[in-house]
């Protein structure tokens, strides 16, 4: 499976400005750290009254990345004023260009899907639009298209393999339109289907497409050691979504970052690492301070580990 770490990655560095910017050495490590845009999600979902037009956009939140030398931005489907229904190709390609002139690399974006359904319908219907949204991401020069696997199903809560196996179905008919189009479905552990490093795995290997990854989100791993499942999905990491805590949403005990670095220096991972901070309702929550903190403490880690 390391092979497809291997093809993921050299399809990453050709889809942004990740080799430029290291030849230049701009970053001390072969890592780009990015932003989520699901951090800004409350404003992003705000919507004026009187014509129901996005109260705050894209636009506005790739000039703020700029003002906060964030390189790549993570343009989750979600936010697109049209979704579940893809953008026009003029709103496209105006976000595309508007990165560009800004030095901005999308580095990924996402829908929501449930192949977990026990609707075949449900399921089908989650492929459809993963394909439309494929599309969009060949457009946005997006490398990777994130894609959930679903709740477990009332009823199937001893029955994973089942339930795994039409995932795996439906990740596959995603992968190999992928490929078509130079795109990597990222599927991503969302503490649903899959929380634990083993069963990604067992996932990924049944799809077996160079053209389907993980997507390591590091918050949600119910096990008791979240690092070690972390390290154990570098090799078919295509992306990354960093979280505030390891330990789940909302837990006190903040992620060590120096140890995430570490993690990634030593299965040498080259790419995009987004992070996402998350509300958590009854706690303040700013991400215009969050965000930068985070950012903060993830640039200090990576000098840390990367200096020699």
């Given at each position: 499976?390391?092979?497809?770490?291997?093809?993921?990655?050299?399809?990453?560095?050709?889809?942004?400005?990740?080799?430029?910017?290291?030849?230049?050495?701009?970053?001390?490590?072969?890592?780009?750290?990015?932003?989520?845009?699901?951090?800004?999600?409350?404003?992003?979902?705000?919507?004026?009254?009187?014509?129901?037009?996005?109260?705050?956009?894209?636009?506005?939140?790739?000039?703020?990345?700029?003002?906060?030398?964030?390189?790549?931005?993570?343009?989750?489907?979600?936010?697109?004023?049209?979704?579940?229904?893809?953008?026009?190709?003029?709103?496209?390609?105006?976000?595309?260009?508007?990165?560009?002139?800004?030095?901005?690399?999308?580095?990924?974006?996402?829908?929501?899907?449930?192949?977990?359904?026990?609707?075949?319908?449900?399921?089908?219907?989650?492929?459809?639009?993963?394909?439309?949204?494929?599309?969009?991401?060949?457009?946005?020069?997006?490398?990777?298209?994130?894609l959930f696997a679903g709740e477990i199903p009332k009823g199937?809560?001893?029955?994973?393999?089942?339930?795994?196996?039409?995932?795996?179905?439906?990740?596959?008919?995603?992968?190999?339109?992928?490929?078509?189009?130079?795109?990597?479905?990222?599927?991503?552990?969302?503490?649903?289907?899959?929380?634990?490093?083993?069963?990604?795995?067992?996932?990924?290997?049944?799809?077996?497409?160079?053209?389907?990854?993980?997507?390591?989100?590091?918050?949600?791993?119910?096990?008791?050691?979240?690092?070690?499942?972390?390290?154990?999905?570098?090799?078919?990491?295509?992306?990354w979504q960093i979280k505030e805590s390891a330990f789940g949403?909302?837990?006190?005990?903040?992620?060590?970052?120096?140890?995430?670095?570490?993690?990634l220096k030593r299965q040498n991972y080259k790419g995009f690492?987004?992070?996402?901070?998350?509300?958590?309702?009854?706690?303040?929550?700013?991400?215009?301070?969050?965000?930068?903190?985070?950012?903060?403490?993830?640039?200090?880690?990576?000098?840390?580990?990367?200096?020699?």
């Open positions: 499976m390391r092979v497809i770490f291997i093809i993921c990655f050299l399809f990453l560095s050709s889809q942004s400005s990740f080799a430029q910017k290291a030849k230049k050495g701009k970053n001390p490590s072969p890592i780009i750290l990015s932003l989520n845009a699901y951090s800004f999600n409350d404003l992003l979902m705000a919507r004026d009254k009187r014509d129901n037009q996005q109260l705050y956009t894209f636009f506005n939140l790739l000039d703020w990345c700029k003002s906060q030398n964030i390189e790549a931005l993570d343009a989750t489907g979600y936010f697109f004023p049209t979704y579940p229904k893809v953008p026009s190709d003029e709103y496209i390609y105006k976000l595309k260009n508007r990165a560009k002139e800004l030095g901005i690399t999308i580095s990924g974006t996402g829908i929501r899907n449930d192949f977990a359904s026990p609707d075949p319908a449900v399921r089908a219907a989650g492929v459809a639009l993963a394909k439309e949204w494929i599309l969009v991401a060949e457009k946005l020069d997006a490398p990777v298209l994130r199937y809560e001893n029955r994973w393999d089942e339930v795994a196996g039409w995932m795996i179905e439906s990740y596959k008919e995603c992968a190999a339109f992928a490929e078509k189009h130079g795109v990597i479905i990222g599927i991503q552990n969302h503490g649903d289907m899959l929380q634990t490093a083993e069963q990604c795995i067992k996932v990924i290997k049944g799809v077996n497409s160079k053209a389907a990854g993980i997507i390591v989100d590091t918050g949600n791993f119910k096990t008791e050691n979240p690092y070690a499942d972390i390290e154990a999905m570098v090799p078919y990491a295509v992306n949403i909302g837990n006190p005990i903040e992620t060590d970052y120096v140890k995430i670095m570490e993690i690492l987004p992070i996402e901070t998350i509300l958590v309702r009854g706690v303040p929550y700013d991400p215009f301070e969050l965000v930068p903190a985070m950012f903060d403490k993830l640039r200090s880690a990576q000098k840390k580990v990367f200096k020699n």
